[in-house]
């Protein structure tokens, strides 16, 4: 391989051990794969109808037309805009489950789950216009819980989503409204999506790209309530110390990783596992029972609970490789199905939980809102139960964790400067962007690739920014890459930050009470959580009374891999952020798609894309970026 | 003395090559006697004589070179592989899968896979040299070379190559350079 295969160091300590075993990882398999499809890498392979599949050769000696008369442009855009459909349908079916939840929990049928965060509950209601005052706890979360589930069912086509217009600025939405890509209806614009893809309908590259700006910011709205309501149920998150990397396994614990992106399950079988404590050391585990998070599902109990995370995406299957997991709860979205086929050379049990989604080889337990408890008692007595059959001689935890200081929510952000300015919260923020002691924000998001060396662009990029004084936010198995290699450490901070950065992270942190700075990166979420940046960036750029498009924010997906982060990348540049990736797009088979998302969109909505594979040079341009926009306010 | 021709081989272009393993799939169709889809159908194991592979940031389909002075025909201890027609032929009925053509030949052109149709005996794996035979199986009435590769190729990045035709193109295009040369003089 010419890349190494990862930066973290578990990594290199167990692949060999797999290789010994015969046991075949992800490194492996996108070994094998080589070469990949350069069509499908160009994006001009379409298998939209069944007179196809067709592809356009690039060098312009083969067909320059599908069957059906399609052209690169055309097939390129209509494959791009159906991984925003996939992102959107991922994110809001994710937000659909939550509203439902809160509507449940507030007409009493869903005994596992209260609200945890009153006061968040009733800013949302005053934001969707629901008049709180008064209003008794359960009336409230059902109203907002239908509310939001409008987003879902309006047929008013020129009315947008209230999730999008009441939590962007005014200027924003004016201007996505004109372009007429705001969305009235997230079910609808996926499904139009899908309609206007088909054989024989939107040709026109760029007119199928507004398509996708579209649904992308339908992806927005789905992510937004999704993460509000989540914490109306859960908690807000607040600043926490915990760790990460597969050291948080332990060897006399009864282990279970819960991983996926749903805090719905994982949340309640936290709370179980906590209750069954005794009968794990019943069953010989002196430490009882041990809960680890791995990609998203992890963040999300990271955030609120402190409990560790174990792994981001790319090393999912060595967590079990370890031979120290005993049980892997998965609900949805980047589980790997091979970590069932893994499992079956270990003791462990991998628990699929949603009827939507099972993997092969894998125990199925059903887990609905209304019997959540039940559920999440079967998982965690499976657990203790393989426990039992795990073998000793074949754990191998490696030594390495991070501390991490998670948890930064919107609101945990903001009280934190709230100590500096009780008044004004965002006003240190504000003077020191000004002042330029901070010279803008960069918000890491995505996934990991094999493509690349795991989270090595991540820490390469962020060290960079942040020697040149650029506040960085992360989520995501981004955060996780953070996280398991130390940069959310006060220790980060004071060794990789520029000196006027340090110094206004050390005044947030000593006013916090946290004895020290604020650590490098600060852990805004799981992958579904980007709308936080979004929040404390709109009310940034209302309190300075300017559009998003004019501040020095800027956004990178250095490993992105997953349809959900198409469609992200796709919403931050509709949001007007320069949006770097640090992958090669399937789009370079179309000049005229390309051009769009680098440089007809910043015409458009003020945000683009910057294709960057080399981490060193992406850190250049994002800082050029951040000078540039710098530049244009006059600061 | 009659003259003899060089043998035809095909060459890969791999600035064109996309790596989409279009030519190996058309390749282990043509040598299936069934299309693609019956083959699939009916589980029958499909086996190319190319591979697309890749190093680094190149990628390249690799098969027989038709070498003049076979080492694999020369190695061959049962003579299934000999010289024919301008072409390294192999008779995969003589084969006994010893697989000293698959270490002598200089570009990895050859494997031994097993033949599912052979009535095999509690002796053999039913393991057969394959490698590159231009397609001649398909060779048409007027005994011209139709390779599957070439024709499944979208960027056509491949080629049958006349050794005869293809230097004189390129003499041609040196004499261009030559003569751009003389004019700087
Ligand atoms: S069919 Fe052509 S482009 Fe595809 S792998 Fe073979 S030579 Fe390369
Ligand atoms: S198989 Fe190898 S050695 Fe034999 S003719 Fe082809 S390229 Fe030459
Ligand atoms: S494997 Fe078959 S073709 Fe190759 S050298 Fe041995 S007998 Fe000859
Ligand atoms: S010429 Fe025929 S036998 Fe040779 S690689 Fe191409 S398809 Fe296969």
């Keep these: 391989m010419s890349n190494k295969r990862s930066v973290d160091p578990c990594v290199d300590q167990l692949v060999p051990i797999a290789n010994k075993e015969g046991i075949e990882t992800v490194w492996d398999r996108y070994e094998a794969m080589k070469p990949q499809c350069g069509f499908g890498q160009l994006g001009v392979c379409c298998r939209i109808c069944w007179k196809g599949p067709c592809r356009i050769d690039p060098f312009g000696n083969g067909p320059q037309r599908g069957v059906c008369g399609a052209d690169a442009h055309t097939i390129v855009a209509r494959n791009l805009i159906r991984m925003i459909a996939a992102g959107a349908a991922a994110h809001s079916e994710h937000g659909r489950h939550v509203a439902l939840t809160l509507l449940a929990a507030g007409e009493g049928h869903a005994p596992a789950y209260r609200i945890k965060d009153e006061q968040k509950l009733r800013s949302i209601a005053e934001k969707l216009n629901l008049e709180p005052a008064g209003k008794d706890l359960k009336q409230l979360a059902k109203e907002v819980a239908l509310a939001s589930l409008e987003d879902f069912s309006r047929q008013e086509r020129t009315t947008p989503c209230s999730w999008a217009k009441e939590t962007m600025t005014t200027e924003r939405v004016d201007k996505l409204c004109k372009l007429r890509v705001m969305p009235h209806n997230i079910d609808a614009v996926v499904t139009e999506i899908m309609g206007r893809t088909h054989v024989g309908c939107d040709a026109d590259a760029v007119n199928v790209m507004l398509g996708g700006l579209k649904g992308a910011l339908a ?40 991983h996926g992106h749903n805090p719905l399950l994982s949340e309640i079988v936290c709370d179980v596992a906590l209750k069954m404590n005794e009968e794990a050391k019943k069953a010989g585990a002196e430490d009882g029972i041990n809960i680890v998070g791995i990609c998203c599902t992890g963040n999300e109990v990271m955030m609120r609970r402190g409990i560790p995370l174990a792994s981001n995406y790319l090393s999912q299957e060595l967590a079990i490789i370890t031979g120290a997991v005993d049980a892997m709860v998965v609900d949805v979205q980047c589980i790997m199905p091979s970590i069932s086929k893994i499992s079956e050379c270990f003791h462990t049990e991998v628990i699929t939980t949603l009827n939507e989604n099972k993997i092969t080889g894998a125990t199925h337990i059903e887990f609905h809102e209304d019997t959540a408890l039940d559920s999440a008692k079967k998982i965690v007595e499976l657990a203790i139960d393989a426990f039992k059959r795990r073998d000793n001689s074949r754990v191998n935890i490696p030594s390495y964790k991070q ?62 920014l942040a020697k040149n ?152 341009k994002l800082i050029a970026v951040i000078k540039q926009r710098r530049e244009g306010l006059g600061i | 003395m009659e003259r003899i021709k060089e043998n035809y081989f095909i060459y890969a272009d791999p600035t064109k090559c996309l790596g989409c393993k279009s030519c190996e799939l058309a390749c282990a169709v043509a040598h299936a006697d069934s299309d693609l889809l019956t083959a699939v159908a009916q589980g029958v194991r499909l086996q190319p004589r190319n591979s697309v592979v890749q190093s680094n940031n190149l990628i390249m389909p690799i098969q027989c070179r038709q070498c003049e002075d076979a080492p694999c025909a020369l190695a061959c201890p049962t003579g299934a592989i000999y010289q024919e027609e301008g072409m390294v032929k192999i008779n995969e009925k003589s084969c006994v899968g010893c697989k000293v053509c698959v270490m002598v030949c200089p570009f990895g052109a050859i494997t031994v896979t097993a033949d599912e149709a052979e009535n095999g005996s509690s002796r053999t794996k039913k393991g057969k040299a394959r490698k590159c035979d231009l397609c001649y199986s398909r060779m048409k009435d007027n005994k011209e070379l139709s390779c599957a590769c070439v024709e499944a190729c979208p960027t056509k990045a491949i080629m049958l190559v006349d050794i005869e035709s293809y230097r004189k193109k390129l003499l041609e295009a040196r004499a261009k350079e030559a003569v751009q040369a003389y004019k700087h003089i």
């Excluded at chain 1, 469609?567 to 931050?572: D, E, F, N, Y």
């Excluded at chain 1, 003020?606 to 981490?615: N, S």
């Design chain 1, 219 to 258: 992806d927005y709205t789905g992510m937004y309530l999704s993460t509000e309501l989540s914490d109306v149920i859960f908690g807000t998150p607040e600043p926490v110390v915990t760790a990460a990397n597969l050291g948080v396994l332990k060897e006399n614990a009864v282990n279970i990783a819960v």
């Design chain 1, 403 to 464: 501390t991490a200081i998670t948890g930064f929510s919107a609101e945990a952000i903001i009280s934190a400067l709230s100590k500096l300015d009780a008044n004004d919260p965002l006003k240190p923020l504000i003077d020191n962007i000004v002042n330029g002691n901070i010279q803008g924000i960069a918000l890491f998001a995505g996934c990991n690739n094999p493509q690349t060396t795991q989270d090595n662009s991540f820490i390469t990029i962020a060290k960079e």
């Design chain 1, 469 to 620: 004084n650029v506040l960085i936010l992360a989520t995501g198995c981004g955060a996780g890459a953070f996280a398991k290699n130390g940069l959310m450490t006060q220790e980060a901070t004071v060794a990789y930050a520029g000196d006027s950065l340090k110094a206004v992270l050390t005044a947030i942190g000593e006013a916090a009470g946290l004895n020290g700075p604020m650590p490098l990166v600060l852990h805004m979420g799981s992958c579904v959580d980007n709308t936080r940046a979004v929040k404390v960036a709109v009310a940034v750029a209302d309190k300075l009374g300017v559009d998003l498009d004019k501040l020095p924010l800027v956004a990178s997906a250095p490993e992105a891999m997953a349809e959900k982060a198409v469609a992200i990348g796709t919403w931050a540049v509709a949001l007007g952020l320069p949006t770097h990736i640090g992958v090669v797009p399937q789009v370079l088979g179309s000049s005229v798609v390309a051009e769009f998302l680098t440089e007809k969109a910043k015409d458009l909505v003020g945000g683009y894309f910057i294709v960057e594979t080399d981490p060193k040079k992406a850190a250049e």
